[in-house]
């Protein structure tokens, strides 16, 4: 096994322990959307996507614990850094050079905010990924109000591209269906 399938496998591993139930296949379906986005990405830009939220997996610490609203900006960035610096620890166990692991760390430190073409696709498929799959566990966790304005946040940050992919998603459900329709008509 090359060290790229074992580090895939290593992120797969650990990802489950997250106290956020859908993490995983979260995980998988940004890799899938970063794939749809930019089919060359390159190992670098794979990592990213797949091992984007680690953090929760290894600290246990989410939203949840967010205590002050105001701070959520602040928590982002925490935890985009938080999940940057456990692959970079991950790619140094599977002996990948400096110059991968730094781009890894770059773009998971911004893809809660891009700024730069990987980052930016980063961003996009974690988008995507949370309109095909998160939404109705995000609404069981949080509520309709919290999840409509989750679903407001994540549509206003894609790109055009990405708000296209997101209105061809079919939702199995009416009521996620209905919910996401009503959301982003309020924009």
């Not at 895939?8 to 959307?33: E, F, G, M, T």
């Not at 773009?107 to 073409?117: N, Q």
């Amino acid at each position: 096994m090359n060290k790229f399938e074992s580090l895939k496998n290593k992120i797969l591993s650990i990802i489950p322990r997250s106290p956020v139930s859908s993490d995983l296949i979260h995980a998988q379906l940004v890799l899938k959307w970063t794939l749809v986005l930019r089919p060359d990405a390159d190992e670098a830009l794979q990592i990213a996507a797949l091992g984007h939220d680690i953090d929760r997996a290894v600290t246990g610490i989410t939203d949840k614990d967010l205590k002050d609203p105001s701070k959520y900006e602040d928590f982002r960035r925490e935890h985009s850094i938080r999940s940057a610096k456990i692959l970079s620890d991950l790619m140094k166990q599977e002996g990948y050079d400096e110059r991968t692991i730094d781009r890894v760390y770059v773009i998971v430190e911004k893809h809660e905010f891009g700024g730069d073409p990987d980052s930016d696709a980063l961003k996009d498929a974690d988008s995507i990924a949370y309109f095909e799959y998160n939404i109705p566990t995000y609404l069981e966790r949080y509520g309709r109000e919290k999840t409509k304005n989750k679903i407001k946040f994540m549509y206003k940050r894609m790109s055009k591209k990405a708000e296209h992919l997101v209105k061809q998603l079919k939702f199995g459900d009416k009521e996620i269906a209905n919910l996401v329709n009503e959301s982003i008509s309020e924009l």
